[in-house]
């Protein structure tokens, strides 16, 4: 059982890092620092964006229009710390 704690805590900690991954880029392109007409550039964003729409979708449904600010990838590093917090919490489960 100390296996199925330890493969969810590392998919969660490679969600929290694909998340933060696309936080920086989503900076560095609205700065100027990226360029979308880069292929590689590209080509990162839209698959970053593929993998996290259907978890930002829902998350944008239900958090009031707040122009062009985008709350969602918070609430979503929020969600996921409060599952770390779950889940270590009741560790004693997994064994």
Same mark, same amino acid.
């Given at each position: ?5 330890? +493969? ?11 998340? +933060? ?15 979308? /007409? ?11 964006? /593929? ?9 944008? /449904? +239900? ?20 599952? /770390? ?11």
């Amino acid at each position: 059982m100390t296996s199925i704690f330890q +493969i969810l805590m590392l998919l969660l900690d490679v969600v929290w890092f694909i998340l +933060i991954a696309h936080i920086i880029m989503s900076w560095l392109i609205n700065f100027q620092v990226l360029n979308l /007409r880069q292929p590689l550039v590209a080509q990162l964003w839209y698959g970053l964006n /593929r993998l996290l729409e259907p978890i930002y979708t829902p998350i944008r /449904r +239900i958090l009031p229009d707040m122009g062009g600010l985008d709350l969602a990838p918070l609430i979503v590093l929020l969600g996921i710390y409060a599952i /770390r917090i779950v889940l270590i919490n009741n560790m004693a489960a997994f064994y």
